[in-house]
């Protein structure tokens, strides 16, 4: 049995307000991404990376893995036009005949803990289809078609993170249906293919560095 991880890195880094593409940037003086690759290659012993980047980024990445000396094994593929697609790129590295799960993780959420990958790996093994989620700690407020807006329950409410984890054969399955724009995630394919999807805990620290204040939480948490 051979699992996988799809790492997806096609961020631009625009709401980060400079050249460099989120992913690279340092956080503790090492990029992002090579954060997020190690933190899958220590919680899954002989775990196969596949880390998808846009063509015109893989030149500088691979000139960052020289410089810093990195040494994790992965492939990569291709970025598509979507997410969708680079997920779709990524998966069509691993064997049609693979036994095993795959994961699909942000590439800029190098935060997620060696708990909950391996909790979310075991839960998708057991049930086919598991994503890690944390409960709603803010008011939530709902926007009616009106103009007005209502408070609704948050203990009804989750916030979904990465790696959303999945047997291969079933991941396979749903990832042929045509791409529609309601596929947000990767477990809203499955789940449109009509397979239910278990929830794990994940963790409070697991958040997408999208913006430069999300910069400056991560060097604190590394501090």
Known sequence: MQDYVIIV???KG????????????????????????EVFHEALNGLGIILVLPKDQQDYWQQLCNEYSFAVPHQIADGGETRFH??????DCIPDNADGVVGIHD???PFVSQEVIMRSYEAAREHGAAVPVVPVVETVRQLLPEGDSLTVDRSLYRLVQTPQTFRISLFKEAMRQPYQSS?????SV????GHS???????????KLT????????NVLLS
């Open 9 to 11: 890195a096609g961020g």
């Open 183 to 187: 596929f947000t995630d990767d477990a």
């Open 190 to 193: 499955v789940e449109n293919w």
């Open 211 to 218: 913006t430069p204040s999300d910069l400056l939480f991560a």
């Open 86 to 91: 680079s997920v779709h790129n990524g998966l």
């Open 197 to 207: 999807i278990t929830l794990v805990d994940g963790n409070r620290e697991n958040i």
């Open 107 to 109: 590439g800029v959420r």
């Open 14 to 37: 625009l709401r980060m307000g400079g050249d460099i593409p989120k992913q690279f940037l340092p956080i503790g003086g090492r990029p992002v991404l090579m954060r997020t690759l």
